[in-house]
């Protein structure tokens, strides 16, 4: 793509393609079993951490591959969305940059928690991270509800393990 192209806006925008992807971990975060089961809270905070941790169990099933570009394209999208939701909220302008750092530095954080846990199929790792990085219902009993969104979670890498890079791109409801 050309300088030129890009400057002007003629090149299609490859996030396009990843953009299925995106919709399709924004679906998974919104499960209502995760909220109703597994005792997230059903909150500004405990959805993003929901957001989190699917795109972090995405992003670590396509770093197995050999899509690097799209899993950079996804977390642009992360940040699309983001900047969005916190333009919603009505967080002004000069704040969007700095708050938007913050929530990529959460993300990279969680992302390398879960990514350890999961590549080595470990629960007890993984619910540790789960535990440390989900906001859940008060009164929950958290170590259990960790145990829930843990298993959730890595029944879905196990899952997107079955599955070629382009069905995955695909995004299709069968993951």
């Known amino acids: 793509m050309s300088i030129l192209s890009r400057l002007l806006g003629t090149a299609p925008d490859p996030r396009e393609n990843v953009r299925p992807l995106w919709h399709r971990v924004i679906e998974l975060a919104r499960d209502s079993a995760y909220y109703s089961e597994c005792n997230v809270a059903d909150s500004i905070a405990g959805r993003f951490d929901m957001i989190t941790a699917v795109l972090s169990t995405v992003i670590v099933r396509i770093e197995a591959s050999e ?12 940040v699309e969305d983001m900047d969005s939701q ?30 350890s846990a999961l590549n080595a199929g470990d629960m007890e790792k993984l619910t540790g991270a789960v535990q440390r990085n989900v906001t859940f219902t008060e009164g929950a009993d958290e170590a259990g509800s960790a145990r829930a969104v843990a298993s959730r979670l890595m029944k879905l890498f196990e899952r997107l393990g079955r599955f070629s890079d382009d069905e995955m791109l695909k995004a299709n409801a069968i993951w």
Do not use: C, H, Q
Not at 67 to 78: C, G, K, V, W
């Open 67 to 78: 899509m690097r570009t799209e899993s950079a394209l996804l977390a642009e999208l992360f």
């Open 86 to 115: 916190l333009r919603e909220f009505g967080v002004n302008d000069v704040v969007v940059g700095k708050r938007i750092g913050k929530l990529m530095s959460v993300l990279g954080g969680r992302l390398g928690a879960y990514r």
